[in-house]
């Protein structure tokens, strides 16, 4: 008798044992999933990250385009190879082929890059050219919504990497105001100058105080302006001009055409404060 009470006393507890087991396996589980849904409606996933509109400086695609318009430039300027680079209703005055091997792209490669908005930028490629010349161009470039790149007009030849271009508002217009025959007279004198000097002294009369510009001391030769226009309809002190000029090299025969963009300022006559490349 005594031993089948304590065989029914381990039966009882056994079962008791189980169904505690089950009871908290099922509270473990049921803790667990209200954490996880507590959790999930806590902090709820991050939305994606809105894809951001492509820049003209700094994308790749800009870079390439950039890299292959400075090389068709240095081999062949004509306007008419030129032209499938340019934007809509964009013109570049004409120049000549070089002559000679020597002037003939061995490397080129974007060295700096300056964001101008709007899609614009002014891309400065050096070309390393096979008679161990290295050439800066700074290509004034547009990017479409749609991913298509194009030049907005003719580069410049730089002294050294960099370049900034005009703002994507302004347009060139005739220089006006009774000030206009002596900033023509003071861009006659400084564009050759810049050009052949290899000592920036050179230039100090014709520099405002304070200002340092590298000359190209000689890597092109002028050939003659083209013309000369002004960024904005303003008469003050201050002035953006784009000079569009014509330059050769002397080592393969070829001519360029070129725009440079100069900041002019005026005390007691006229200076110049800045050399950069242009972006019309």
């Not at 008798?1 to 396996?25: A, D, I």
């Not at 230039?203 to 200002?211: F, W």
């Not at 002019?264 to 019309?280: H, I, M, N, S």
Request: with cysteine; net charge negative.
């Amino acid at each position: 008798m005594r031993q089948e009470v304590s065989t029914k006393v381990r039966s009882n507890n056994s079962s008791v044992r189980s169904l505690l087991r089950g009871t908290g396996r099922v509270a473990i589980w049921t803790v667990l999933g209200l954490l996880l849904i507590r959790g999930v409606l806590a902090e709820p996933a991050a939305p994606l990250p809105a894809s951001s509109k492509p820049s003209a400086a700094g994308d790749p695609v800009s870079s390439a385009f950039a890299v292959r318009f400075a090389r068709t430039y240095l081999a062949d300027p004509s306007a008419s190879v030129l032209a499938p680079f340019l934007a809509e209703g964009v013109r570049v005055g004409t120049g000549n082929p070089p002559e000679a091997e020597s002037a003939d792209v061995a490397q080129a490669e974007v060295s700096d890059v300056k964001d101008l908005g709007d899609g614009r930028a002014v891309l400065t490629v050096a070309c390393e050219l096979r008679d161990a010349r290295t050439l800066y161009l700074a290509v004034p470039i547009v990017r479409s919504e749609a991913g298509e790149v194009a030049a907005l007009g003719a580069p410049s030849i730089v002294a050294a990497p960099g370049g900034a271009g005009a703002n994507s508002n302004e347009r060139p217009q005739p220089l006006v105001g009774p000030d206009a025959g002596a900033i023509q007279a003071l861009v006659a004198k400084f564009l050759p100058e810049y050009l052949s000097a290899t000592d920036g002294g050179a230039l100090s009369y014709l520099l405002a105080p304070g200002a340092i510009i590298q000359p190209l001391g000689g890597a092109v030769h002028p050939e003659g302006i083209t013309g000369v226009t002004q960024l904005g309809s303003g008469e003050g002190a201050q002035r953006s001009v784009l000079v569009a000029a014509r330059v050769s090299d002397s080592a393969s025969g070829a001519i360029y055409p070129v725009v440079y963009r100069l900041e002019l300022v005026k005390d007691g006559r006229w200076y110049v404060d800045a050399v950069e490349g242009a972006a019309t």
